[in-house]
């Protein structure tokens, strides 16, 4: 096995989404679909540009990703007040259902992703991601 931390992590990351798309596969959304709609959800309305900001995609993707919600009725596009060549992506009551019944099976899998762990790892698994993830977020920003 690669003991490559970069490799690990990467691993895991590909592993978690595969079984999420897997998981909520009969619910019609993808993985990279209930990103949007998680992030909608603290940051409810937003722009695009943000929304791809925030989640490391390109403009395209992200647009593609919103097509397909606004077309399942999860999110709507709302006309900027100040610019109206500009749209603000809402989250709606439907979406925000939608995410209540995926964070279950998100946590479950989380669950079973930390099995064996005790309590005392899974806080320093959660301290340790954390710190990293500030550590990337500050040289993205330099």
């Given at each position: 096995m690669n003991e490559n931390i970069g490799y690990l992590i990467n691993n895991l990351s590909k592993n978690l989404k595969y079984l999420l798309n897997k998981e909520i596969e009969y619910k019609n959304i993808t993985a990279a679909q209930y990103s949007?709609?998680?992030y909608l959800q603290q940051n409810?309305?937003?722009y695009q540009k943000n929304i791809a900001d925030?989640?490391?995609a390109d403009r395209p993707t992200i647009t593609e990703i919103i097509k397909?919600?606004?077309r399942k009725d999860f999110i709507k596009k709302i006309k900027d007040e100040n610019d109206k060549r500009y749209y603000k992506i809402s989250l709606n009551q439907t979406g925000l259902n939608l995410i209540f019944?995926?964070?279950i099976?998100?946590?479950d899998l989380i669950e079973k992703l930390l099995v064996g762990f005790t309590k005392e790892e899974i806080d320093l698994f959660k301290k340790l991601l954390k710190k990293s993830n500030d550590n990337l977020w500050g040289l993205k920003n330099e």
């Open positions: 949007v709609l998680k409810n309305p937003d925030h989640l490391n397909k919600l606004e019944e995926i964070d099976i998100s946590d």
